[in-house]
């Protein structure tokens, strides 16, 4: 197996050759990089925690703790985005109501 890490503007770059396997590569932004590795065990790769992620189904109780480490200023970037996402979607339904 291969594992090829790059980064390049906070966006990571993943390729993952195995054997008998298709290789895709994927970009993600940092934050999901690092959300993604505190998930990741110990052994697993990054493939697999996805994987397993994926399959647990998206358990709420599973993310209970993942973010008490974050900052205050992390966290007032995180609500700014979501404030920011609601209000572009807003923006998109009044554009939609008005056609």
């Known amino acids: 197996m291969t594992y090829v890490e790059t980064a ?4 990571y770059t993943y390729t993952y050759t195995g054997r008998n396997m298709v290789s895709k590569t994927i970009s993600i932004t940092e ?3 690092n959300l993604l590795s505190k998930m990741k065990l110990e052994d697993e790769s990054f493939s697999d925690a996805i994987s397993r992620l994926i399959r647990s189904g ?8 993942l973010w008490k480490d974050m900052s205050k ?6 609500e700014a985005g979501i ?6 979607a807003d923006e ?3 554009k939609v109501e008005i056609s």
């Open 58 to 65: 998206g358990k709420l109780g599973e993310c209970a703790g």
């Open 31 to 33: 934050d999901v990089y």
């Open 83 to 88: 404030k920011g996402a609601r209000r572009s």
């Open 73 to 78: 200023e992390e966290l007032e970037e995180l």
């Open 92 to 94: 998109r339904l009044r």
């Open 8 to 11: 390049l503007n906070s966006v």
